[in-house]
C-alpha cells in the first residue's frame, strides 16, 4: 500500500447509493459527488406559503414541506409515524402508492424497539451507545426519516448537513432521506442504509469536518452493528482481490469507490475488536480528523501505539 498517510479532503455531505442499472447486487457507493452535481438543497423554496414556521413539534396527520437535493421547489410529506425518538414523514405523492403504512411501522419498530442484531434495542439506542448523541438542532430530540422518492435512479438514501443548517429554520432539522421506491422493493439495502445514514448524523453532530474515508468506515460498520452486515456485498470481495489500496484517500470516480467502503468497515471493524466500544465512541468525538483522530485516542487511552502500527497489525 503506497502513500498510506495522504489524507483525503473533509466532506460534509454523504449518501449510499444503488445502481438500478446495474445487477441486482451492485451497490455503487458514490457520496458526494451525486450532491454536488445535483446542486444545494439551500435554494430550495417554498412552493406556497404554509404554517410550518415555528412548529417545533408534530403529530401524524401533520403535514411538513421539505427541500430534496436537486429541486427547486420543497416537496409536500405528511408524518405517518412519531414516537420519542422519531418521525417518518412519506412523501404525498408516493402513500398509498409506493409505501405502504406497513413498511413505515417496519421502520419505527426498528428504530425504537428491536433490531435484527438485537431484540431488546431498536437502532436509536444501539447507535447512541456506540457513536454518541444525535445533534439537536431545532430544539426537538426526535430524528427525522423522509421516505420520499429520491431524484435519478439510483439513490437509496443520504444525509444531507445542508438541512442541519439551512438559514431557514423551517427546514432545520436533524434529518436523513430514503428512497421510497427502494424501501418497498429492497428493504433490507434500505434499512441497512438508514443505520448508515444515522451515522453520518451522528458524527456530524460530533465533528462536522471527519474525513470521508473514516466516517463511511464507522457508517458500515453501524450497517454491522444494528444487523445487516455488508448490505453491499461487493465492497469487502472487492478490497479483498484487491488489497493494494491506499483506503485513507477516497478517489474520486464512483466506479472506484467499492473496495474503499470495504477495506474501511473492516479497519473501522478490526478497531473496534482490538480495543473496545469506548475506542470507537471517543473516535467519533475526537476533534482531529482521519489519521490524526485515530492517533490522538490511542494517546487519550493510554496505548502506545499509533496508525502505522495499527494498520501493519490489520
Request: proline share 5%.
Amino acid at each position: 500500500m503506497s502513500n498510506v498517510f495522504s489524507l483525503c479532503i473533509p466532506t460534509i455531505i454523504f449518501t449510499f447509493c444503488f445502481h438500478l442499472g446495474a445487477e441486482v447486487n451492485d451497490i455503487i457507493p458514490c457520496g458526494k459527488h451525486w450532491l454536488e452535481t445535483q446542486g444545494s438543497t439551500v435554494g430550495a423554496v417554498l412552493a406556497k406559503p404554509t404554517t410550518q414556521s415555528g412548529k417545533n413539534t408534530f403529530d401524524v396527520g401533520d403535514a411538513l414541506q421539505i427541500p430534496v437535493s436537486g429541486d427547486v421547489f420543497t416537496r409536500k410529506t405528511t408524518c405517518r409515524y412519531k414516537s420519542e425518538r422519531v418521525y417518518v414523514f412519506v412523501e404525498d405523492r408516493i402513500w398509498d402508492v409506493t409505501v405502504v403504512e406497513q413498511s413505515i411501522v417496519k421502520l419505527g419498530e426498528l428504530i425504537d424497539h428491536s433490531a435484527p442484531s438485537d431484540s431488546t434495542r431498536g437502532f436509536f439506542d444501539i447507535l447512541t451507545y456506540a457513536f454518541g448523541a444525535f445533534p439537536d438542532v431545532d430544539g426537538d430530540s426526535r430524528i427525522f426519516i423522509y421516505v420520499v422518492d429520491l431524484p435519478g435512479n439510483n439513490l437509496v438514501g443520504y444525509f444531507d448537513s445542508q438541512i442541519s443548517t439551512h438559514p431557514d429554520p423551517r427546514f432545520r432539522h436533524d434529518a436523513i432521506y430514503i428512497d421510497g421506491h427502494l424501501l418497498n422493493s429492497r428493504p433490507y439495502l434500505a434499512h441497512a442504509t438508514m443505520a448508515h445514514e444515522l451515522q453520518h448524523l451522528i458524527h456530524w453532530g460530533q465533528d462536522s469536518d471527519e474525513e470521508i474515508w473514516l466516517d463511511e468506515g464507522l457508517s458500515g460498520y453501524a450497517e454491522e452493528l444494528v444487523g445487516y452486515p455488508e448490505a453491499d456485498p461487493n465492497m469487502v470481495p472487492n478490497f479483498l482481490s484487491n488489497p493494494d489500496i491506499n483506503f485513507t484517500k477516497w478517489p474520486n470516480s464512483l466506479s472506484l469507490a467499492t473496495p474503499y467502503y470495504g477495506a474501511t468497515y473492516l479497519f473501522v471493524s478490526f478497531l473496534q475488536e482490538r480495543f473496545g466500544a469506548q475506542f470507537v465512541l471517543q473516535l467519533v468525538s475526537e476533534p482531529r480528523n482521519g489519521i490524526f483522530s485515530i492517533d490522538e485516542v490511542l494517546k487519550a487511552q493510554g496505548i502506545s501505539l499509533g496508525f502505522r502500527d495499527l494498520w501493519e497489525n490489520w
